[in-house]
């Protein structure tokens, strides 16, 4: 299996810029998180997917931020306005929960900068 | 009561030393404790995990060590390696999803 894929890898953009990242997680995985990971914070989740309906959503900073996962194959997080402090790394992970360990399975993250 | 407290914030080892990181939690109702490794450029992955049940798990040279009573857990890396160098994260959880990450702890290992 591929595993977890983001794009893009990088990106840098300005602020006011709308940036929108994107997921593919592995196939037959039915759970699909979005985290940010900053130096500050660490690893913080922001949303949760279950069978393609946002779950858990209270990480999400503001209304700026937004999620969608039109099918079981893609999610995308949104972010319009972008702001300098949304500087970051941003990692999809996906699991199945019917598996005992909960194992996350994440990808190598997209490293956003906003200038 | 939802921190995960992991220390040392970072940690330099000589190779075939032992390699220790700690971590601590407050809320009780945590039932998974896994650790993460994560290279430079790459996602967290799964080291390995331990549940409440068991005081100590074994997988290769790592081990978790776990303290119900002390609410504390920690990754014992034996013989430790250059390849080993890396950003370590310990977590826990209740249920499976809604992870509770420590703030890491970057491990270097010199040959």
């Known amino acids: 299996d591929a595993g977890v894929i983001q794009s893009p890898r990088h990106e840098v953009t300005e602020m006011g810029q709308e940036v929108t990242l994107r997921c593919k997680p592995i196939?037959?995985?039915?759970?699909l998180f979005w985290y940010r990971q900053t130096m500050m914070r660490g690893l913080e989740l922001l949303i949760y997917?279950?069978?393609?309906?946002?779950?858990?959503d209270s990480g999400m900073p503001e209304d700026r931020f937004s999620a969608k996962m039109p099918n079981a194959s893609f999610s995308t997080l949104k972010i319009q306005p972008s702001e300098p402090r949304d500087s970051a790394v941003y990692f999809c992970?996906?699991?199945?929960?019917?598996?005992?360990?909960?194992?996350?399975?994440f990808g190598e993250g997209s490293r956003l900068t906003v200038l | 009561q939802q921190q995960v407290k992991q220390s040392p914030q970072s940690l330099i080892v000589q190779k075939g030393g032992i390699s220790i990181i700690n971590c601590a939690y407050e809320?009780?109702?945590?039932?998974?404790f896994p650790w993460y490794q994560q290279f430079p450029g790459k996602g967290p992955a799964l080291l390995i995990a331990?549940?409440?049940?068991?005081s100590e798990k074994k997988e290769g040279r790592f081990t978790i060590s776990f303290n119900k009573s002390a609410k504390q857990f920690s990754l014992h890396i034996m013989d430790s390696q250059p390849g080993d160098s890396a950003t370590y994260f310990c977590?826990?959880?209740?249920?499976?999803?809604?992870?509770?990450f420590g703030t890491g702890t970057r491990l270097k290992v010199l040959a």
């Open positions: 992970a996906s699991s199945f929960p019917g598996v005992r360990t909960g194992e996350l399975f």
């Open positions: 196939s037959g995985h039915n759970s």
């Open positions: 997917f279950n069978n393609n309906v946002p779950i858990d």
């Open positions: 809320n009780t109702a945590f039932d998974y």
């Open positions: 331990i549940r409440p049940d068991v």
């Open positions: 977590a826990a959880s209740k249920g499976t999803y809604k992870y509770i």
